[in-house]
T-cell receptor, first 114, second 113 residues
Framework: GAGVSQSPSNKVTEKGKDVELRCDPI?????LYWYRQSLGQGLEFLIY????????KSGLPSDRFSAERTGGSVSTLTIQRTQQEDSAVYLC????????????FGEGSRLTVL | GESVGLHLPTLSVQEGDNSIINCAYS??????FIWYKQESGKGPQFIID?????DKRQGQRVTVLLNKTVKHLSLQIAATQPGDSAVYFC????????????FGTGTQLKVEL
């Protein structure tokens, strides 16, 4: 079956513009995560959705960042008024059940803010 | 805040040798640990996990060791192959606080022919 799909794979934008990044998780996976990875760095947690529960937004760096998950499937990460420090690879992952560390990652969306 | 860290940023090994990648964690409440492999341009890939009620777990060519006394985690790769070249991340979870994975900074493994 298909893996986690992310789009766009690359996005170049100007400072101050808004961007939307999309994630299609693996069908049937109940949990969905967004992480951010700067060049040569580890993964920084952003947000986590689990079924119908309230999302864990504790990793969102500012109120310019928001995410939605519609119908328990597709998720969109929105960054408003982008800044140069937002440049990174944004990774989405899904998992089939709760309490598992086995996440299935997409290949990421590389965001460059000029 | 508490975090997961790695001792060695880069590890070079000869093909066929065993590799040991180390990780230190500081959150004593963490009770579930995972290793991921990330190849260039790709997302991380799950390798193996271990819960805190175990101190060793084996997979195919990989072994994870957990020492809760000193808050140390290691990944051993037997007979390292060129395809093992990648960045390896450890991650920790405190399952009582949800299922949020906290990742370490990563170790680059380079396999020399």
């Amino acid at each position: 079956g298909a893996g986690v799909s992310q789009s766009p794979s690359n996005k170049v934008t100007e400072k101050g513009k808004d961007v939307e990044l999309r994630c299609d998780p693996i069908s049937g996976h109940t949990a969905l995560y967004w992480y951010r990875q700067s060049l040569g760095q580890g993964l920084e947690f952003l947000i986590y959705f689990q079924g119908n529960s309230a999302p864990d937004k504790s990793g969102l760096p500012s109120d310019r960042f928001s995410a939605e998950r519609t119908g328990g499937s597709v998720s969109t990460l929105t960054i408003q008024r982008t800044q140069q420090e937002d440049s990174a690879v944004y990774l989405c992952a899904s998992s089939r059940r709760v309490n598992t560390g086995e996440l299935f990652f997409g290949e990421g969306s590389r965001l460059t803010v000029l | 805040g508490e975090s997961v860290g790695l001792h060695l940023p880069t590890l070079s090994v000869q093909e066929g040798d065993n590799s040991i990648i180390n990780c230190a964690y500081s959150n004593s409440a963490s009770d579930y640990f995972i290793w991921y492999k990330q190849e260039s341009g790709k997302g991380p890939q799950f390798i193996i996990d271990i819960r805190s009620n175990m101190d060793k777990r084996q997979g195919q060519r990989v072994t994870v060791l957990l020492n809760k006394t000193v808050k140390h985690l290691s990944l051993q790769i037997a007979a390292t192959q060129p395809g093992d070249s990648a960045v390896y991340f450890c991650a920790e979870i405190f399952t009582g606080g949800g299922n949020k994975l906290t990742f370490g900074t990563g170790t680059q493994l380079k396999v020399e022919l």
